[in-house]
């Protein structure tokens, strides 16, 4: 997750003010990048009367003009106090500014710095006729469900090594915007890793359930043909005990007609 967010360091406040006895004229060109895409480029020129004083650009001016120039690449806003610029990147990309001004007659009383419009930048006032620049690096976030490690000097890109943080979901402020989105993503990374390890335990069951049909399914075969072949057994056995038995019957009736021989004699001999 990479974002970059830059809460200016100094309250945004453009005012002049025309002491002299004829108009005088103030211009401001502020240009603002995301990456290396020029996103805003606008000149606010304001004519001011003898005697008259006020804002040359006002905050809400700006964030309105920006967030309708830049097609949201570059989201601006205000900060929790409502009188400083955040200016947001949604993916991550660096945020540069230019300002040049215009103000022959030199009557700013609250001229414009660096630091109303980026983090970190000089909160030295533009001088008329002078042009400076400012650039914000945003930040990386690793997230994930579970524990990883980065090894080496830091965090590594393009050979320059910076410093790595790391912080736990328990740590982590879902009262802020930032905390809560890292959060969520977390969140949501972790339920995706429950629903594939669903998934996988879901695939088990039902090769567990195949193995278990197709064991089945041999087992009533197996039993099937082991009827078959004890009913074959059953009746050889019969037909062999039923040939056994008449050869026994033809016996004992030889052995009664051979009985009978004996007595025959002996009547005759009566």
């Known amino acids: 997750y990479a974002e970059n967010t830059s809460i200016a360091d100094v309250t945004f406040s453009v005012k002049a ?5 004829s108009e005088a ?5 502020i240009k603002l990048y995301a990456g290396g895409d020029l996103v805003f480029n606008k000149t606010y020129t304001k004519d001011f009367q003898a005697g008259e004083s006020g804002d040359v650009i006002t905050l809400d001016e700006l964030i309105a003009d920006i967030n309708d120039a830049s097609g949201g690449k570059l989201i601006a806003s205000k900060d929790s106090s409502g009188t400083k610029l955040v200016l947001v990147t949604p993916n991550g990309e660096t945020i540069s500014a230019e300002v040049s001004v215009t103000d022959a007659n030199n009557i700013l009383t609250d001229g414009i710095s660096l630091a109303e419009l980026v983090q970190g930048a000089s909160t ?17 976030t690793l997230m994930g469900a579970e524990d990883f490690n980065v090894q080496g000097q830091g965090i590594k890109f393009f050979d320059t090594a910076t410093n790595g943080t790391f912080t736990s979901l328990n740590n982590i402020d879902v009262t802020t915007n930032k ?4 959060a969520q993503v977390i969140i949501q990374s972790a339920v995706r890793q429950v629903d594939t390890i669903r998934s996988q335990i879901g695939s088990t069951i039902i090769n567990l359930q195949a193995i278990y049909d197709a064991q089945a399914v041999a087992k009533d075969n197996m039993d099937n043909a082991e009827s078959v072949i004890r009913n074959v057994d059953f009746a050889k056995e ?3 005990f039923t040939k056994y038995q008449i050869r026994m019957q033809s016996g004992v009736a030889m052995l009664a007609q051979a009985n009978t021989l004996p007595q025959l004699v002996l ?3 009566r």
């Open 17 to 21: 003010n025309n002491t002299g006895t």
């Open 25 to 29: 004229t103030v211009s401001i060109t």
């Open 124 to 140: 030295t006032d533009i001088t008329s006729g002078n042009t400076g620049s400012a650039v914000k690096v945003g930040t990386l």
């Open 179 to 182: 905390g809560a989105q890292i």
């Open 238 to 240: 019969m037909t062999e």
């Open 267 to 269: 009547q005759l001999l």
